[in-house]
């Protein structure tokens, strides 16, 4: 069979490219063990008073640990504001009750989506004062652009009566 020699350029340069990619994969998977992001766990989402998300809040659990049950609904966060020291690791443990939404904090490297069922779970140290804002990135309704809330890192330094202040609003 005769092949046109640039056809066969062509064949040997797009064999080299797929084979990069299928390579880069294999790596990725095999040494540097990516995989997809999975749920830490699951809840019946009509049924969240049996689960750690009755209460949705901050709780801390050492020095400079602390844990966020919250839940996403249309079109809110439950807390829609947190208070955490300067330089704390927050664990977010995030379900939605009832559709598909997002959970990103700006300025931040967490980037999640929240399914009903699923336990979405990330954690951040928040190096930085200022106030962030929490986002709903997710298209999820015509409330889609009010679902925000905010996370305020303060030095506890610098404002002692915040020392031990952990607040949490719904
Ligand atoms: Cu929830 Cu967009």
Redesign the pocket.
């Known amino acids: 069979m005769h092949i046109d020699k640039r056809e066969q350029l062509w064949i040997i340069i797009s064999t080299i490219t797929l084979s990069a990619f299928f390579a880069a994969l294999l790596i990725g998977a095999v040494v540097f063990g990516v995989r997809l992001p999975e749920p830490d766990g699951f809840v019946n989402p009509s049924a969240l008073h049996n689960t750690p998300f009755a209460e949705p809040g901050i709780v801390q659990v050492g020095e400079n640990d602390y844990e966020v049950y919250m839940t996403?609904r249309?079109?809110a966060f439950t807390p829609s504001q947190i208070s955490v020291p300067l330089d704390s690791n927050v664990t977010f443990y995030i379900t939605s009750s009832d559709i598909t939404?997002?959970y990103m904090i700006e300025h931040h490297n967490i980037n999640i989506e929240l399914v009903p069922g699923h336990v979405a779970k990330a954690s951040v140290t928040f190096d930085g004062l200022g106030e962030f804002a929490m986002l709903?990135?997710?298209?999820?309704?015509r409330g889609?652009h009010l679902?925000w809330g905010t996370i305020t890192v303060f030095d506890p330094e610098a404002e002692p009566e915040n020392e031990t202040a952990m607040t949490t609003q719904e």
């Open positions: 996403a249309m079109w939404h997002g709903c990135h997710e298209y999820c309704g889609h679902m």
